[in-house]
């Protein structure tokens, strides 16, 4: 028995709690001895070390998302999520998971109170989401996660969760319409957030950027002058490249739609106005020459496009 399954089966174990499971359980353990030689290790270790071999059938996948439904227990909760999780690396596992009904099963734990909890269901649907049939089930929770991600506390590991599956989730045109209603405060997390957090947020602002049906929305968002603090040189490269690919495909975008830049006129403080506005050429121009070359590159496309 592999690793993985043996995670299940001693998850299954631990939630039946009386004999069956318990035999469960040694079964899962003596097969491991014999495979792997003597081990120490008892259930909880081989759950979370994420060293399994991710083998899971179906029909263990069905006891481990009955026991998810099942378990008042927030620590196996959490295992059982991760184990999920594990086993959504998979292409036929997230199918499984799918038609077993654990889509929902797995989303209803992002509304648990447990951030830890929070977590390893966003992990766990995040790997689920690189599935096109996996992502229409996953998009009726994209409001939530949205609140949680724009709510939550700043640079969590939950707000770090929900927006990279927010990333997944958006990776084509699809389902980018219902971010529309939250594009400021995405803006407002880009602003506040440390680093890697800013990073994350550009991953899904410069997707949202490449969809003409996104540009407007995306220009009329409040997001106030410190925006403009991110086109600046010292701006760690990482952070400073996304934000010019974002200039540049609403460019695109504004002019594919036959748009002329100033058209229509968008409040002071919107996105448009600071994009648009001289500050912004001059900081652009400025940006002519910095010291790295992709820099200089996009600042010499945009600014030879004002
Ligand atoms: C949250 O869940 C973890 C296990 O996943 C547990 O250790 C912790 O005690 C839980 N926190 C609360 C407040 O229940
Ligand atoms: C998700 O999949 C990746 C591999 O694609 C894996 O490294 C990770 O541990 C998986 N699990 C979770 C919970 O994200
Ligand atoms: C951002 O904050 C998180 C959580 O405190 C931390 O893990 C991460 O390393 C921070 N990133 C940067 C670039 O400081
Ligand atoms: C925008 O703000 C500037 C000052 O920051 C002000 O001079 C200008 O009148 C404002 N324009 C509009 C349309 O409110
Ligand atoms: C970072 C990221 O997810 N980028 C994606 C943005 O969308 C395009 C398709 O429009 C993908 O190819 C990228 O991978």
Not at 13 to 26: D, E, I, M, Q, W
Not at 174 to 189: K, N, P, T, W
């Amino acid at each position: 028995m592999g690793g993985a399954r043996a995670a299940a089966w001693v998850a299954a174990g631990l939630a039946l709690g009386a004999g069956a499971g318990f035999c469960v359980y040694r079964l899962a353990r003596g097969r491991r001895r014999s495979k792997r030689g003597l081990r120490s290790s008892g259930s909880a270790e081989d759950l979370t070390s994420g060293s399994y071999d991710n083998v899971l059938n179906a029909e263990q996948l069905q006891k481990l998302l009955y026991l998810l439904e099942s378990t008042e227990d927030p620590i196996i909760t959490e295992r059982a999520l991760v184990t999920v999780g594990n086993s959504a690396a998979f292409s036929t596992n997230q199918a499984i998971i799918r038609e077993l009904g654990g889509i929902p099963v797995v989303a209803n734990k992002i509304n648990s109170p447990n951030h830890s909890i929070k977590e390893k269901a966003l992990n766990a649907l995040n790997n689920l989401s690189v599935n096109v049939e996996n992502q229409i089930k996953i998009k009726t929770f994209i409001s939530q996660v949205c609140e949680d991600v724009l709510s939550g506390p700043l640079d969590s590991a939950v707000q770090l969760a929900g927006l990279r599956l927010l990333t997944n989730m958006m990776v084509t045109d699809e389902h980018q319409h219902m971010l529309s209603g939250y594009i400021a405060d995405l803006f407002r997390v880009l602003l506040t957030g440390n680093g890697t957090t800013k990073v994350q947020v550009l991953k899904l602002l410069v997707n949202l950027s490449e969809n003409p049906a996104m540009t407007e929305g995306l220009l009329s968002a409040q997001v106030g002058s410190p925006f403009l603090s991110l086109v600046d040189g010292c701006v760690a490269q990482e952070i400073l490249l996304r934000v010019l690919t974002l200039f540049q495909n609403i460019n695109n975008c504004l002019r594919a739609g036959g748009r002329p830049a100033g058209q229509p006129p968008f409040p002071n403080g919107s996105l448009f106005s600071l994009l648009y506005g001289e500050e912004c050429v001059q900081k652009m121009q400025a940006l002519v020459y910095h010291h790295d070359v992709d820099v200089r590159e996009k600042a010499v496309t945009i600014t030879s496009k004002f």
